[in-house]
C-alpha cells in the first residue's frame, strides 16, 4: 500500500492537498484584487478629464498646458473650434513634424498633435527634423494636388487658430499630408575666423 506525496492511502485529498488548494484560491484571490485596485487606482491617475466636451487623457492635458506657455499657441477656444472642425474628417491620417532642439517649434508640434489626435485623426508619426525650416508659418505639405482642396481647409482651420500658414506640394514626400512647424529662430550664425 503506497501513498502519493498529496493523497491518502484511501485516495481522500491529503491535508498538504488540501492546504496547497486553499493558499492557491487565496493566491488567485489576493493577485486579482491587486490587479483590478491596481486599474482602478491607473484609471484615477491617468484617466480623463473633461475638456471641451469631448474626453483628453490627463498626460495630454498637462502636456497642451506646457505646450500652451510657450508662445505660438492656441487657446481653449481655438482648441474647441478645431477640434469641431476637425472632427468633421476623423479617421484622416497626417504626420506632424518640427524642428529637433527647437522647443518652442516641437511644443507648438505637440499641441498640434494633441487637437488632431483628440479630434478623432490618425498621427501616424512625430517627425523631428534635423535641419530647421526658418520661418514662423506652419507649413502644410501634400504629395499631390488633387490634396489641395483638403489642404487649403486645415490652412483655413489653423490660421483662424491664429497661425500663419502655408501649403506646399512636394511628390517626392512619403506620406500624403504633413504638418511641418518651423523654427521661429533665425538659424545661428556659425562664428567666422578671425
Same mark, same amino acid.
Given at each position: 500500500?503506497?501513498?502519493g506525496f @498529496?493523497?491518502?492511502?484511501?485516495?481522500? @485529498?491529503s491535508y498538504a492537498?488540501?492546504v496547497?488548494?486553499l @493558499?492557491?484560491?487565496?493566491g488567485?484571490? =489576493?493577485a /486579482?484584487f *491587486? #490587479? +483590478?485596485?491596481h486599474?482602478? !487606482?491607473?484609471?484615477t491617475?491617468?484617466?480623463s478629464m473633461? +475638456?471641451d466636451?469631448?474626453?483628453m487623457?490627463?498626460?495630454?492635458?498637462l502636456l497642451r498646458? @506646457?505646450a500652451?506657455?510657450e508662445?505660438?499657441?492656441?487657446?481653449?477656444e481655438?482648441?474647441?473650434?478645431l477640434?469641431? !472642425?476637425l472632427? $468633421?474628417l476623423k479617421?484622416e491620417?497626417?504626420?506632424?513634424?518640427?524642428?529637433?532642439g527647437?522647443?518652442?517649434s516641437? #511644443?507648438l508640434?505637440l499641441?498640434i498633435?494633441?487637437v488632431f489626435?483628440?479630434?478623432?485623426?490618425?498621427v501616424? !508619426? *512625430?517627425?523631428f /527634423?534635423?535641419?530647421?525650416?526658418?520661418?514662423?508659418? =506652419?507649413?502644410?505639405?501634400?504629395?499631390d /494636388?488633387s490634396m489641395?482642396p483638403?489642404a487649403r481647409?486645415?490652412?483655413?482651420l $489653423? /490660421?483662424s487658430?491664429? $497661425?500663419s500658414?502655408?501649403?506646399q506640394i512636394d511628390?517626392?514626400m512619403? +506620406?500624403? $499630408?504633413?504638418i511641418?512647424?518651423p523654427?521661429?529662430?533665425?538659424p545661428?550664425?556659425t562664428e567666422?575666423?578671425?
Open positions: 500500500m503506497t501513498s @498529496l493523497r491518502t492511502s484511501s485516495g481522500q @485529498l492537498q488540501i496547497t488548494l @493558499l492557491l484560491v487565496v488567485v484571490g =489576493v /486579482a *491587486f #490587479y +483590478f485596485s486599474q482602478r !487606482e491607473s484609471e491617475i491617468t484617466g473633461e +475638456f466636451g469631448q474626453q487623457g490627463m498626460h495630454q492635458q498646458d @506646457l500652451k506657455s508662445n505660438r499657441s492656441f487657446s481653449d481655438q482648441v474647441a473650434v477640434k469641431r !472642425e472632427s $468633421l479617421g491620417s497626417v504626420t506632424i513634424e518640427c524642428t529637433l527647437d522647443l518652442e516641437c #511644443y508640434a499641441e498633435n494633441l489626435e483628440a479630434s478623432g485623426w490618425i501616424e !508619426e *512625430f517627425l /527634423a534635423v535641419q530647421s525650416t526658418p520661418g514662423k508659418a =506652419v507649413i502644410i505639405r501634400i504629395r /494636388a489641395m483638403r481647409k486645415l490652412a483655413r $489653423l /490660421a487658430a491664429g $497661425l500658414v502655408t501649403t511628390s517626392q512619403s +506620406f500624403h $499630408l504633413r511641418i512647424v523654427s521661429d529662430k533665425p545661428s550664425a567666422a575666423p578671425a
